[in-house]
């Protein structure tokens, strides 16, 4: 099992910038891909981006492309979400979560362990 702690968020303007961070605890974290999920109120949770075990692989939802960053430094046991030209349809509760898989995955029930999440609130 390992526990996943976010932290990072808080209040922006539109069109800045924040740089989420995940702290994994346990040695293993280097054997899993790791995900951004986020749930705006009153809406489903959504995939957000994910990032092999190497950071090799990296996949992202076409409403972040181009705009977020997601990286990982095994040595830290730490994978982060950079965020840039933010938008307030970006606002929401953000989540990390840890897979199993070999493969990048963007589905939910690929991951087994997630985090309790940091609001990003970006005003307009």
């Known amino acids: 099992q390992v526990q996943l702690v976010e932290s990072g968020g808080g209040l922006v303007q539109a069109g800045g910038s924040l740089r989420l961070s995940c702290a994994a605890s346990?040695?293993?974290?280097?054997?899993?891909?790791m995900g951004w999920f986020r749930q705006a109120p009153g809406k489903d949770r959504e995939f957000v981006a994910a990032i092999n075990w190497s950071g090799g692989y990296t996949s992202y939802a076409d409403s972040v492309k181009g705009r977020f960053t997601i990286s990982r430094d095994n040595a830290k046991n730490t994978v982060y979400l950079q965020m840039s030209s933010l938008k307030p349809e970006d606002t929401a509760v953000y989540y990390c979560?840890?897979?199993?898989?070999?493969?990048?995955?963007?589905?939910?029930?690929?991951?087994?362990?997630w985090g309790q999440g940091t609001q990003v609130t970006v005003s307009s």
């Open positions: 346990g040695r293993t974290f280097s054997r899993y891909s």
């Open positions: 979560a840890a897979s199993n898989t070999i493969a990048v995955v963007t589905t939910e029930w690929s991951y087994f362990s």
